[in-house]
């Protein structure tokens, strides 16, 4: 059964998530900011230097939220980037950014869904997605879409959370995911499922060698992973 923002709510995953991240948008780079002390914009950077030698020319920044991923992978010196998501409340807060940054002629947003991508195949010289794949209703079909809308020997590089295995890294970190983020979710968002569905879905996500092989299964070799802050995040790597 998939892990669901709203429980009270009959609609599915997708939409559920497209209208959490609508709630939040306002708040979710303070909330991002506050919960990784800062963290999350060191793995940005580590992720989006793995591509250096790739030099991708067209990136596809998949599940891109407000655009940082984006916004960090102009540092490959591309001459186009597609920022995709599904809630356009979050993108708003995005093309605010990227127009600030006078970045708007080479990110532009798009609204499209990880199962139903609208380009043609062998398409994007990069993919990226910053702790995106863990909300995809059907993640094995989302990877399959990424896989398709690759140039052959092209890279998808994801960036999400995973569970973390060591002592006492494990238990600081399952409290502080379980009852610190819902809490600070509640007061800072108004909206505490948002920050209860992230615990939630990281426990559910298979993250590590189980994910690996979702990724093998849905086309992608060369498959690498490199676990960042104890376990608490992890990049993976796969080559069309």
């Known amino acids: 059964m998939a892990v669901t923002p709203y429980k009270n709510i009959s609609s599915g995953k997708k939409e559920q998530v497209e209208q959490m991240f609508d709630n939040i948008a306002p708040r979710y780079d303070f909330m991002n900011g506050l919960l990784s002390?800062?963290?999350h914009s060191r793995w940005r950077k580590k992720a989006i230097h793995l591509l250096r030698e790739k030099n991708p020319k067209l990136i596809l920044d998949l599940a891109t939220g407000t655009g940082d991923f984006a916004i960090e992978?102009?540092?490959l010196n591309p001459d186009k980037i597609i920022a995709a998501d599904i809630s356009e409340g979050m993108m708003k807060i995005g093309q605010e950014k990227v127009k600030k940054k006078n970045l708007s002629s080479i990110i532009s947003f798009q609204?499209?869904?990880s199962?139903?991508?609208p380009f043609e195949e062998n398409y994007f010289d990069a993919i990226t997605v910053g702790f995106g794949v863990r909300n995809f209703e059907n993640l094995l079909k989302g990877l399959q879409n990424m896989h398709r809308v690759l140039k052959?020997?092209?890279t998808a590089v994801i960036?999400?959370?995973s569970k973390v295995k060591t002592f006492p890294a494990k238990q600081l970190f399952g409290f502080y995911f379980n009852f610190i983020c819902p809490v600070l979710g509640k007061l800072f968002t108004k909206d505490k499922s948002a920050y209860t569905y992230l615990p939630d879905s990281v426990n559910a996500f298979p993250s590590g060698k189980e994910f690996e092989d979702v990724m093998r299964k849905?086309?992608?070799?060369e498959i690498k992973s490199k676990p960042l802050t104890f376990g608490v995040a992890t990049i993976y790597t796969g080559i069309k």
């Open 115 to 117: 199962e139903n991508l």
């Open 159 to 161: 960036l999400e959370f």
């Open 152 to 154: 052959p020997n092209a």
């Open 111 to 113: 609204k499209a869904d």
């Open 73 to 75: 992978a102009i540092n």
């Open 218 to 221: 849905a086309g992608f070799r």
């Open 37 to 39: 002390v800062g963290i």
